[in-house]
């Protein structure tokens, strides 16, 4: 009995449409941010939603709009940190918006990624972030068809025209490079990720940049392709070491794969950085703590995952009043990234 008294007292759109004059489709449009309706308007209606306390039934509104307000994120590794941070940053923006999202982890595995896409779509997700394996487009042509709005984070594809939101990788392993070259190293490698990767590609073409300008030959930099993990990182450069490649310096894909370099070094009894000097990417958190302190190249994580998710609802939102001219926006959106310089340099 007490549940249906409060069920009755609740307020409604129609008793904000009653007190402000607005009609119930124009309070509706506007406490969901729709971009036809005036900003000024928008403020009015929120101001008296508000002090009616006035909370949106999210199954009503479901019904009524044939909208989930869920958002689908796919990350490529769950357990990777950078990863992390840019669901943190999708989760703060979404919860903002009035969206919850659905989490789902390719584990870098193309079946896997195709698997998670379906998934989503069953749910009626309104939209997806997608961290891409890169191992095909089946999965974007596939969210394409279903007019479902899509964002990739993190990764994109050159040759595809989608919404991204990466940071500029061929900056940052400029950045990376000119920082061993200008203290002089000039036998080098760089322990990637597998090179379809778009990430993986850009920060290598960026280091080779560097070279140039310090006029050295490509084939004074050693490439090694390997998974993006600390194990990864670990396997290479044991053998590195155990086929005496003569570097003095390497550059990672990520902290995470720097990890394992710095283990193995370590292990082998190279001084870091006299023998040789190590640079990750991302700056994630451990990357100050561990021992010695990891020179990196810093990444927006947190933004991007912010950026991603604004630009989802910001597409979402123009499917719904059905503009085209708005629907075919596409935004590619770049971070500049920039070098943390620690001890391991």
Aim: charged letters at 30%.
């Amino acid at each position: 009995m007490k549940e249906e008294i409060i069920m009755e007292l609740r307020p409604k759109l129609k008793d904000i449409a009653k007190r402000t004059g607005y009609s119930v489709n124009a309070i509706s449009r506007a406490l969901r941010d729709m971009p036809d309706i005036a900003e000024e308007t928008k403020e009015k209606i929120k101001k008296v939603a508000q002090e009616m306390n006035y909370s949106p039934n999210h199954a009503a509104m479901s019904l009524r709009t044939n909208r989930s307000k869920s958002i689908g994120v796919i990350v490529s590794d769950i357990a990777n940190p950078v990863f992390s941070d840019m669901v943190k940053g999708v989760e703060m923006t979404a919860k903002e918006a009035g969206y919850t999202i659905i989490l789902g982890n390719s584990k870098e595995d193309y079946e896997e990624e195709k698997s998670v896409v379906e998934t989503l779509i069953s749910r009626n997700v309104d939209g997806i972030i997608l961290v891409p394996t890169m191992k095909g487009k089946e999965v974007i042509e596939t969210i394409k068809s279903r007019h479902i709005p899509l964002v990739l984070m993190g990764r994109r594809f050159h040759d595809l025209n989608c919404n991204s939101v990466i940071n500029d990788d061929k900056y940052g392993g400029y950045l990376a490079g000119r920082h061993l070259l200008e203290k002089g190293h000039q036998k080098l490698a760089y322990i990637t990720s597998p090179l379809y990767i778009s990430s993986a590609i850009d920060r290598l073409e960026g280091f080779k940049d560097a070279l140039k300008e310090f006029k050295m030959s490509a084939d004074s930099l050693f490439v090694f392709e390997t998974e993006a993990t600390p194990n990864g990182g670990y396997d290479t450069t044991l053998k590195l070491i155990d086929e005496n490649v003569d570097v003095t310096a390497v550059f990672c894909f990520s902290d995470f794969i720097a990890f394992g370099v710095l283990k193995a070094l370590k292990e082998r009894g190279v001084c870091i950085p006299e023998d040789i000097a190590v640079v990750g990417f991302d700056d994630i958190y451990f990357s100050e703590l561990c021992a010695p302190a990891l020179t990196t190249i810093n990444t927006s994580k947190l933004r991007t995952g912010i950026k991603a998710t604004e630009c989802l609802i910001k597409h979402i939102n123009y499917m719904e009043i059905k503009d085209i001219h708005l629907n075919k926006e596409i935004n590619n959106i770049i971070f500049e990234p920039n070098l943390i310089i620690r001890e391991s340099t």
